[in-house]
């Protein structure tokens, strides 16, 4: 919770004036049973209508008062939460953003969408509940409780006893209670994961009829979800009952010994009446009180979970390297020097399994050279990617650009030299020329003759009205491109990868979709047009990359054949079967 509160640092001057305007608001709130005291006791027997009357208008001002006041402390601490959570947010996004992949990897998706939206939720709440009843009902309990003793000590004492073991139920419940809301959290977190999946793949599950599998699949961890909540529910809310147990007994024995004391001539009846006022509105406090630990109860697991990645440490540190290194590998634009990496290691997982990812992989090619890789599913091509573009550090061996060691450069000046289509990229809902441009402000020209180069302009051109403003590239695409085919999709993907100009272009199995003709025309197109630029394309048909000056091939994340497509059929038994089974006696 003390990461969570620095937030609250910059409003400190905004939080003390809406506390100074809460607690004048409380205290005329607190003098309001002690004004109708004094004229019972005081006022009526006299007689007197007009000072009836004129304390009669004091009570009144004393409730507007109160009543304004809090008012005014009240949209003050909806403020101040709400700019609160705004800054935690952000932050929070920033540092999701900044995220390495084995540390999303840790987190999972879902939880990180969680901690962004309920987690950050019941903070907001226990933020303004603070400011609100945190301030009312403590002065409420302590001023009712000083006052109560200037009317009657004796009763006083009754209240007085009834304090602490409400203080013990307190504690005990919400001691048991933090850490139910923290496990239906976690749960509720995989709910989330099961909801994105379904969302994601709602056209497959469609397709395989697989509906009333998800369906009983969501139905079972929403009951665990429930059932956590619900456990963590009904014990908190042992306290509200519990209080009011307590509280209406104190009252009971209030009543019974305040009457004797009247008849007794010991006490007044005004001052009992006020008692009786007193005594409900530290009852209303002390049940605020309960909410708020409720509420609390819920913000502290949120906040141990939002603290946990705003504590996180980057792990893809920038490190100056020896300028020898530049010396070994000027001659080439690109170079993996005896690469091994596995997901189960980082510096967050501490179970590393003996199994890698990729195993001792070197290679390297010149700047403006293309490289194909080739293999099996899950034989490691996009953890090529992951690597080269820092989305994960290697485990061992180095990769090097311009001669220098990944590690040597920024992130993001790093990133910027690529242009890239990963497996299943993400198409935005937004218009055909925001999709290729992604905010980077690129001119028109630059746009369309990456579409031309992408083999996307003819569709595009088609989904428009007419020339100039009205063009396709207005068209507004729907969210995962749902409105396009698989084919226009791929083609608008690239479009956004050539459209930067990139000193380092990877297609990670971005051809799929695309027909034969499409496809040799787009590999035409970017050796005409990028022939500076070093490409590495990712495919799963030869035909995609046996003109490429280099091919990988890799197996069960060993490199188990590198070289044209002439020397692989004669080196690479893998390569051959893969040829075979492809195009037959071509």
């Avoid at 510096?347 to 399994?353: L, R, V």
């Avoid at 038994?573 to 089974?581: A, H, L």
């Amino acid at each position: 919770m003390k990461t969570i509160l620095q937030y609250l640092k910059p409003y400190s001057i905004r939080m003390l004036f809406g506390f100074l305007i809460k607690v004048t608001g409380t205290l005329m709130d607190l003098g309001l049973p002690w004004v109708l005291a004094y004229i019972i006791d005081e006022v009526i027997p006299k007689g007197k209508v007009s000072h009836v009357l004129y304390w009669g208008l004091g009570m009144l001002l004393l409730s507007f008062g109160a009543r304004i006041g809090n008012i005014i402390a009240n949209r003050m601490a909806g403020r101040v939460a709400g700019d609160t959570i705004k800054r935690l947010r952000n932050d929070l996004f920033e540092k999701i953003q900044q995220l390495s992949g084995a540390q999303v990897d840790f987190f999972s998706i879902p939880s990180l969408v969680s901690r962004m939206t309920s987690d950050t939720y019941n903070i907001h709440q226990m933020i303004g509940m603070m400011q609100r009843m945190g301030v009312r009902a403590p002065i409420i309990i302590i001023g009712g409780i000083l006052i109560t003793a200037t009317l009657d000590p004796v009763l006083t004492l009754i209240l007085a006893g009834t304090l602490p073991l409400l203080g013990l139920v307190v504690y005990f419940v919400t001691k048991k209670g933090i850490p139910m809301y923290s496990a239906g959290q976690e749960a509720s977190d995989q709910m989330v994961r099961i909801v994105r999946e379904n969302i994601s793949g709602i056209r497959v599950i469609k397709a395989l009829s697989k509906t009333d599998y998800e369906k009983g699949r969501f139905a079972q961890n929403n009951e665990a979800v429930v059932e956590k909540e619900l456990k963590a529910g009904i014990t908190m809310a042992i306290i509200k009952p519990a209080m009011n147990l307590l509280l209406n007994l104190g009252l009971t024995l209030v009543v019974i010994i305040g009457a004797y004391r009247v008849n007794s001539g010991l006490s007044e009846t005004g001052k009992i009446v006020a008692f009786l006022s007193y005594f409900t509105m530290i009852l209303n406090a002390v049940l605020g009180i309960t909410k708020v630990f409720t509420i609390y109860s819920k913000a502290s697991a949120s906040a141990r979970r939002i603290s946990k990645v705003l504590r996180e440490e980057e792990d893809l540190i920038t490190v100056e390297f020896l300028d020898s290194d530049i010396e070994i590998h000027k001659d080439f634009h690109i170079v993996f020097d005896n690469v091994s990496f596995t997901y189960n290691k980082s510096s967050i997982n501490k179970n590393p399994d003996d199994t890698a990812s990729i195993i001792n992989i070197s290679f390297s090619i010149k700047k403006g050279e293309s490289l194909g890789i080739i293999g099996s599913t899950g034989a490691g091509k996009t953890t090529l990617v992951n690597l080269i573009m820092r989305f994960y550090d290697v485990d061992k061996g180095a990769i090097y650009i311009n001669g220098k060691n990944i590690k040597s450069y920024p992130i993001q000046e790093l990133r910027k030299w690529f242009g890239v289509v990963f497996q299943n990229d993400s198409i935005f809902a937004d218009t055909v020329k925001e999709n290729i441009d992604l905010s980077r402000g690129l001119s028109f020209e630059e746009i369309e003759h990456s579409a031309k180069d992408a083999q996307a302009y003819d569709f595009i051109m088609q989904l428009g009205f007419g020339d100039g403003e009205d063009t396709g590239y207005d068209y507004l695409v729907a969210t995962k491109g749902l409105n396009l085919s698989g084919g226009q999709k791929q083609r608008l993907l690239i479009s956004r990868a050539l459209a930067g100009r990139p000193e380092i272009l990877i297609l990670d199995d971005s051809s799929s979709a695309l027909d034969y003709k499409t496809d040799s025309n787009l590999r035409k197109a970017m050796k005409e047009h990028f022939s500076t630029t070093t490409k590495i394309v990712i495919a799963q048909r030869i035909s995609s990359i046996r003109n490429m000056d280099h091919i990988l091939v890799l197996d069960d994340g060993s490199l188990v054949g590198y070289g044209n497509h002439e020397e692989l059929l004669q080196t690479c038994e893998i390569y051959q079967e893969i040829y075979q089974s492809q195009m037959g006696d071509e």
